[in-house]
């Protein structure tokens, strides 16, 4: 059962900025960027800089959780 999103802080290239996934969300991005061996900021930073600026973060980082699950 997914309940409402969390906010936590990300820094992006040395700025802070707040993200909201469900908590399901929050542990799979962990676990991607254990697997990859990289820190969770550095892949947010990764996704932010390859998103398109009319799709927010959040959504971002969540698609990416699909599609490398899909994958």
């Known amino acids: 059962m997914t309940g409402r999103p969390v906010k936590r ?3 992006l290239k040395g700025h802070r900025t707040s993200v909201s996934l469900e908590d399901e969300f929050w542990q799979a991005f962990r676990e991607i960027a ?4 990289t820190p969770i900021n ?3 930073a990764d996704i932010d800089v390859n998103r398109d600026p009319e799709i927010g973060l959040a959504s971002a ?3 990416f959780i699909l599609n490398w ?3």
């Open 69 to 71: 699950y899909r994958s």
């Open 34 to 37: 254990k697997e990859k061996n």
């Open 61 to 63: 980082i969540r698609v």
């Open 42 to 44: 550095a892949l947010a």
């Open 9 to 11: 802080s990300l820094t």
